[in-house]
């Protein structure tokens, strides 16, 4: 079942390198900046976030942590550092839903850690919500985070990026942007408009050598999804590898697992009178 | 003087009881019951309450891991906290985790290691229950360092029979406190605990697999690292015989230092720690018990135990290698239902605790024994110990040798092997040594003071006769050794 599944990934990933070169002409997203600057990551207390911020600091890298719950972050960035007897993680206590923050505080982490060249958002907020709930507190936070936020953050990246012509923004969004679904209306339309938002930065990015990349991921094992039951969900870790693989490889939108990219292909193509009777 | 909050009021609650057949883990002692989950602290008091009302015993059970009977109650009332299993709180400043009675060994280090932290002390399975390991004070690899379960026991919230809450800690209610960690559940039900865990710097272990030619080689090595080495335990091949006697492999595993291993950093994904539920990706572990269950069968334990030994020399070429904490720690969970291959009969463990002195000439007597009669065990694991402060206490400054025995349907040989076992129990008890009552099925009466020392039987006594007069906290295991 699983290799089957690998051999097609494979086929449907040859596909998006050659669109991707069509488009972008020959190479040109990948490997533009020498990788030695500060990192940010937005959303790091736990799951891919976490994850993401583990890996980057252990390939040496300067990591601003930023989350909200300032016990959890602070602890996290202490375990990083002590583990690898270094100070490379640092923690800003930060709540995405305050937008306007988001410029001060990006120069202060400049001020503090030296020049940013790489943001990845992956703070996101996905409250239950039942089939009758019509909460707009509930919606109102999930744009003002997943979306909102991820304005704010990648809006003040991509000032300083294109000024200085390099750097990388990696925006998580998710596989639920593909479809609005019954299940989480506002939930797949932020982050429809964060994907959407990512697309038109990379479109604006791109002719000056700035890579940004868009992440879709699948079930992967986090606090978030920890009480969904997920079949077949990745490690956080395993994320975390696979959208840094796809950061190094420059590409434009990368599903992950890559399995992914075929199952939403099948249901992008769902005809919508179909669709509507469905569940999922 | 205690302080006792008042007791939930749920008195009047029916309690629904079900009949259940309630076995050891070794599935070879255990009988009829009626079993209760409760989800609550109300629960628990309604239950108490309904079996006081009945006049009745009442066992209290975690997560079954007891090969013996320390959690079956024949024709009585067995409550199953198993239900009670959320993790009220981690903090990740300090480690700390306040516990429900039913939060597994897998559920607080699922929590832990993603902040760094291992539990303390850990079986070789992760199924059993927080509650379940204070009462029998479990003991890991590490034992000879940072002693027993309960000495990571901050406090804990202590249910007696009137339904009282009784808060217990080395500062309050110590003499409880004490007693009722490794006091196998005659005082009181742990309602909530809050546990240790220890920092960690590494998602992973460094791991050393050394070849034990015979048993005091095994001795030797143990007493060698035992001052350098953070866990100890060595895996022994007891149908070896003459000069190789007692042969085995040592497993010896050391935390990292921080910066030692930065790779280390990403296996604090608890995802990742998890032991593999397939061989090469492609064989589920479920399904391996039918292949031991035909060694068995077929008698083929003694070659299974010589090919493992050889297979040590490569690991031994190959040490130190890394693994992670979950890899090294729960090698009982790397088959599932691996004690389905003792089917139909089941197994016992036999844990003799030996003092330091007397431990290499006892246990050679005991396998000696063992060989002599037949009842050569299928696995033998050695392990160092330390005193520690708990009344009803297994451990000593010595050894323990777990012996893992098939039991026959067979009512003859199963009373020979019984005999086997108690003519050990003399010789260990002769020696000073001691049992574990989360593994025994074999001891009598006689043994009680035996094993404990007349005073502390006598302190243990006068304390069931305070929290409990009325007896009516009983298991199998303490009817029959007469508490």
Request: proline share 5%; glycine share 10%; net charge positive.
């Amino acid at each position: 079942m699983m290799r089957h599944g690998g051999r097609s990934d494979k086929r449907s990933d040859r596909g998006t390198r050659l669109e991707l070169q069509s488009v972008a002409g020959p190479r040109l997203l990948a490997n533009m900046s020498p990788r030695k600057g500060t990192c940010i990551v937005v959303g790091a207390s736990s799951g891919i976030g976490l994850a993401l911020a583990r890996r980057l600091a252990q390939s040496q890298r300067k990591v601003a942590m930023l989350a909200r719950r300032e016990g959890e972050l602070e602890a996290q960035a202490a375990l990083i550092n002590e583990s690898l007897a270094n100070e490379f993680a640092k923690a800003y206590v930060h709540d995405v839903a305050d937008v306007d923050a988001a410029e001060g505080l990006f120069d202060r982490i400049e001020a503090e850690l030296g020049d940013v060249d790489e943001l990845h958002f992956v703070a996101g907020v996905m409250p239950e919500v039942g089939p009758d709930e019509f909460d707009l507190g509930k919606d109102r936070l999930q744009v003002q985070v997943n979306f909102l936020g991820a304005v704010a953050w990648c809006n003040a990246a991509a000032r300083r990026f294109q000024a200085r012509k390099r750097g990388c923004i990696v925006g998580v969004t998710s596989v639920a942007q593909d479809r609005g679904r019954i299940g989480r209306p506002v939930y797949n339309a932020s982050k429809a408009g964060m994907d959407t938002y990512l697309e038109a930065l990379r479109n604006r990015l791109w002719r000056v050598g700035v890579q940004v990349t868009t992440i879709r991921p699948g079930f992967v094992e986090t606090p978030m999804t920890a009480g969904l039951r997920l079949k077949g969900a990745i490690p956080a870790d395993k994320a975390a590898e696979l959208i840094l693989g796809a950061r190094d490889g420059g590409k434009a939108i990368a599903y992950v697992p890559r399995k992914w990219r075929l199952i939403m292909f099948v249901i992008r193509n769902i005809p919508s009178f179909v669709f509507r009777k469905l569940s999922i | 003087m205690t302080t006792s909050t008042s007791p939930p009021t749920a008195d009047a609650l029916p309690v629904p009881w079900r009949d259940e057949s309630v076995m050891g883990f070794g599935m070879s002692v255990g009988g009829p019951a009626k079993v209760f989950r409760p989800q609550s602290v109300e629960e628990v008091a309604a239950a108490f309450g309904d079996v006081r009302r009945q006049g009745a015993s009442l066992a209290l059970r975690g997560a079954g891991c007891s090969y013996g009977d320390a959690s079956t109650n024949r024709n009585g009332h067995v409550l199953d906290l198993t239900g009670m299993n959320s993790i009220l709180s981690f903090d990740p400043a300090t480690g700390v985790a306040e516990c429900e009675p039913g939060v597994t060994v897998r559920d607080l280090w699922k929590r832990s290691i993603a902040h760094g932290y291992w539990p303390r002390v850990v079986s070789g399975t992760m199924q059993v229950s927080m509650g379940g390991a204070a009462a029998m004070n479990i003991h890991g690899k590490n034992n000879y360092r940072l002693g027993a379960f309960g000495e990571g026991v901050r406090s804990f919230e202590l249910m007696t029979p009137k339904g009282e809450l009784v808060r217990c800690s080395r500062e309050q209610n110590a003499d409880l406190f004490h007693a009722a960690i490794g006091g196998f559940g005659m005082l009181g039900c742990f309602t909530k605990l809050e546990i240790e865990t220890k920092r960690v710097h590494s998602g992973r272990l460094r791991v050393w697999g050394i070849v034990a030619k015979d048993l005091d080689h095994n001795f030797e090595i143990l007493e060698d690292l035992h001052g350098e080495a953070d866990y100890l335990v060595s895996w022994v091949d007891l149908h070896a015989t003459g000069a190789s006697l007692g042969r085995g492999l040592m497993h010896r595993a050391d935390q990292m230092k921080p910066g030692e291993d930065p790779d280390g950093l990403r296996f604090y994904d608890p995802a990742l720690q998890d032991v593999p539920s397939t061989i090469l990706g492609l064989v589920p572990k479920g399904w391996l018990w039918p292949g031991m269950w035909c060694a068995v069968k077929f008698g083929q334990v003694g070659l299974v135990n010589w090919l493992k030994f050889q297979a040590g020399f490569r690991e031994e070429r190959q040490s130190p290698y890394l693994q992670t904490h979950g890899a090294f720690h729960f090698l009982l969970d790397y088959v599932p239902r691996w004690q389905w291959m003792t089917k139909p009969g089941g197994l016992i463990q036999f844990q003799p605790f030996v003092p330091k002195a007397e431990g290499p000439q006892v246990l050679r007597r005991l396998i000696e024994i063992c060989q002599r009669d037949g009842h050569v065990p299928y696995l033998g694991v050695l392990k160092k110990h330390k005193p520690d402060p708990f009344l009803m206490t297994h451990a000593l400054d010595g050894y323990s040798m777990a012996m893992d025995i098939c039991v026959s349907k067979n009512t003859s040989k199963r009373d020979s092997l019984w005999r086997t076992c108690r003519e050990m129990a003399d010789v260990v008890l002769d020696a000073g040594g001691r049992f574990y009552y989360a593994k025994d099925a074999v001891l009598m009466e006689s043994s009680f003071s035996r094993l404990h020392g007349g005073d502390a039987v006598a302190q243990f006594r006068a304390l069931k006769q305070r929290w409990d007069p009325e007896g009516m906290f009983q298991t199998d295991l303490s009817r029959r050794m007469g508490v």
